[in-house]
């Protein structure tokens, strides 16, 4: 649960970004047939892809073990920005080739196996505070031990 915000809400907001950003790539896909789809992909990509980022991110920094935020968050920035520096010239590669749709339909699967994992996160956290277990809980003993 995120301090300050409605119980369960946050969990899964990661999930829906993902899935808004898969949109905005199949969209981005799909502008090689109707042109003017570009814009509302690159709106999209905007609103969801970018705003995942920052909310990935204060998720890491809520739920860090004490004394790990630093790690957990350099971790986290270290693979966005690999994929910000990789992306674009693999990218790039296949719009050599003319293969865009390609290119925008790999973005779209990594999109939703990120927004699988989100939503699989979220299902084991609303587990958790069902079944009692809190963060702490989850830090404090490996699993199966009591």
Request: charged share 15%; glycine share 16%; with cysteine.
């Amino acid at each position: 649960m995120v301090e300050g915000g409605p119980p369960g809400r946050a969990e899964w907001l990661p999930g829906w970004l993902a899935c808004g950003a898969l949109g905005a790539a199949v969209l981005l896909a799909a502008a090689l047939a109707a042109s003017p789809l570009v814009w509302a992909g690159a709106v999209a990509v905007g609103v969801f892809a970018v705003s995942g980022n920052a909310v990935s991110m204060v998720l890491v920094m809520q739920r860090a073990a004490p004394g790990r935020a630093g790690q957990d968050s350099a971790l986290v920035a270290a693979g966005f920005f690999a994929g910000f520096a990789l992306g674009p010239p693999l990218f790039g590669l296949l719009a050599q080739g003319g293969r865009y749709g390609p290119g925008w339909l790999l973005v779209a699967a990594e999109f939703a196996v990120a927004g699988a994992v989100a939503f699989l996160w979220a299902v084991r956290d609303r587990g958790d505070r069902r079944g009692g277990r809190d963060r702490a809980d989850r830090l404090d003993r490996p699993e199966g031990k009591k």
